[in-house]
């Protein structure tokens, strides 16, 4: 280690030796880029939601680059009309897909049940805590 053979101060020793882990760690581990794989929280969204978002989205946007004061009063009725259709897909869906979720848990009982459902909603990995 080259840190040891150098001359200087802890210091000037200490800056060498973390830069020797750090680059080691970063060949070993890799970098992360710090974000998940998604939004976790929106395995429930089916076909109908995703597209009434999506197209909320769209009209925001169009709101947004309005530059006209009647073109913008028109697009913000728009969206706010989006809006409310996506807030209602929404909840039909979560109140759906939850309604048999705790259909499959009256039939099977118990926290482990739900891991097991929620792994295979999922496809894959059980991210439950208590």
């Known amino acids: 280690m080259g ?13 060498i030796t973390t830069d020797y882990i ?4 970063r060949e070993v581990l890799g970098i992360s880029s710090g974000r998940t794989g998604g939004h ?7 076909a109908i939601v995703q597209g009434k978002v999506e197209a909320k989205k769209v009209v925001y946007l169009r709101l ?3 530059t006209d004061e009647e ?7 728009r969206y706010k009309v989006a809006r409310n ?17 705790y259909e499959e848990l009256g039939d099977k ?3 482990k049940s739900y891991s097991g459902w929620l792994r295979r909603e ?6 439950w805590t208590k």
């Open 3 to 15: 840190a040891w053979r150098s001359s200087g101060d802890a210091n000037t020793m200490w800056s």
């Open 22 to 25: 750090r680059k080691a760690v």
């Open 40 to 46: 976790k929280g929106y395995w429930w969204w089916n």
């Open 64 to 66: 947004v680059g309005s």
């Open 71 to 77: 073109e913008k009063r028109a697009n913000n009725e």
């Open 85 to 101: 259709e996506a807030k209602l897909a929404i909840t039909e869906a979560k109140t759906t897909t939850f309604a048999r979720v």
């Open 109 to 111: 009982g118990g926290e």
């Open 122 to 127: 999922r496809g894959g990995l059980e991210i």
